[in-house]
T-cell receptor, first 112, second 114 residues
Framework: AQRVTQPEKLLSVFKGAPVELKCNYS??????LFWYVQYSRQRLQLLLRHISRESIKGFTADLNKGETSFHLKKPFAQEEDSAMYYC??????????????FGKGTKLSVIP | DSGVTQTPKHLITATGQRVTLRCSPR?????VYWYQQSLDQGLQFLIQ???????AKGNILERFSAQQFPDLHSELNLSSLELGDSALYFC?????????????FGPGTRLTVT
């Protein structure tokens, strides 16, 4: 079974402060991990995936297989980063199919 | 705009009733996924269809069913509705049915059961 845990429901930081949104996963195979973001009144959208190793909007995430973690980081938070962030894992759900399992999300609030 | 559309935006109905939610995937995407988002359970995967066929099943109740039509749009049918079925229902699409392809989400349908 695959599981994604985001331990913080709410994270408040001041503008300009570093941000780290935690994500831990449980999966027996080789995981494919994503971060999705949902801004207020908008649809869920992909922020980044571990396989591309890119930085989007200043956010980065490194897959640590030893700690089974995929924490999302940004050195300097901006007010427009305030949103709901979901960590997700894509793993095999059966023969030839994959399932995206989401964590329960962390609401990031950036205080001006 | 990701191109995934969902109708209706809002739906209010009574317990015991049946509703149908509709989703149109992005042009060219063959896979459609349905998710339920509630305050206590978070975002839960319900079911996936790929090119008209069921591909994967998640935490979908027997009272719920889905299908994908030849034009690739999908419908999620919820019957014998209970108060606990009140939630946001998201549809997502991706280009393929296998592998970790990016999923593009629709705006969701908010279902309220009274």
């Amino acid at each position: 079974a695959q599981r994604v845990t985001q331990p913080e429901k709410l994270l408040s930081v001041f503008k300009g402060a570093p941000v780290e949104l935690k994500c831990n996963y449980s999966y027996s195979g080789s995981p494919e991990l994503f971060w999705y973001v949902q801004y207020s009144r908008q649809r869920l959208q992909l922020l980044l995936r571990h396989i591309s190793r890119e930085s989007i909007k200043g956010f980065t995430a490194d897959l640590n297989k030893g700690e089974t973690s995929f924490h999302l980081k940004k050195p300097f938070a901006q007010e427009e980063d305030s949103a709901m962030y979901y960590c997700a894992l894509s793993g095999r759900a059966g023969a030839g199919s994959y399932q995206l399992t989401f964590g329960k999300g962390t609401k990031l609030s950036v205080i001006p | 705009d990701s191109g995934v559309t969902q109708t209706p935006k809002h739906l209010i109905t009574a317990t015991g009733q049946r509703v149908t939610l509709r989703c149109s995937p992005r042009s060219g995407d063959l896979s459609v996924y349905w998710y339920q988002q509630s305050l206590d359970q978070g975002l839960q995967f319900l079911i996936q269809y790929y090119n008209g066929e069921e591909r994967a099943k998640g935490n979908i109740l027997e009272r719920f069913s889905a299908q994908q039509f030849p034009d690739l749009h999908s419908e999620l049918n919820l019957s014998s509705l209970e108060l606990g079925d009140s939630a946001l229902y998201f549809c997502a699409s991706s280009v393929a049915g296998q592998g970790a392809y990016e999923q593009y989400f629709g705006p969701g349908t908010r279902l309220t059961v009274t």
